[in-house]
């Protein structure tokens, strides 16, 4: 007999891969690998900082927009999961990011060769 209460399985997420990302919907979760980096700016006449990454799991790449504290979080080489986040086309390019309410978290780092 299960110890699960039907309540439970509201707390499951999509686990999402890249092919699966279409414009204008919700990544409930998604894990890539920071591939690379392209130099941070600012935007919105200085107030917010933002920088483009690409990010790829075993099924295609995509262009992550990082936003403020995120910038300096993540790296080439780490890997990330996005969850409650979104993806949409811009300039004929999906991208995903965390948005306002979703969350970035770095869950894997890639040690440096010495």
């Known amino acids: 007999m299960s110890t699960k209460s039907k309540g439970d399985i509201s707390n499951e997420v999509d686990k999402m891969k890249v092919n699966e990302l279409k414009d204008k919907t919700k990544v409930d979760e998604l894990t890539l690998k920071i591939t690379a980096k392209e130099e941070p ?7 917010l900082k933002m920088c483009n990454c690409t990010g790829e799991d075993e099924t295609g ?16 080489g780490d890997t990330i999961k996005i969850t409650g986040g979104w993806s949409q086309m811009y300039q004929d390019k999906l991208q995903v990011s965390s948005g306002r309410f979703g969350k970035l978290e770095v869950v894997g780092k890639e040690e440096a060769a010495e």
């Open 41 to 47: 700016k600012d935007v919105r006449g200085g107030t």
């Open 61 to 76: 790449s995509v262009t992550v927009t990082l936003w403020q504290a995120d910038v300096d979080k993540v790296n080439v």
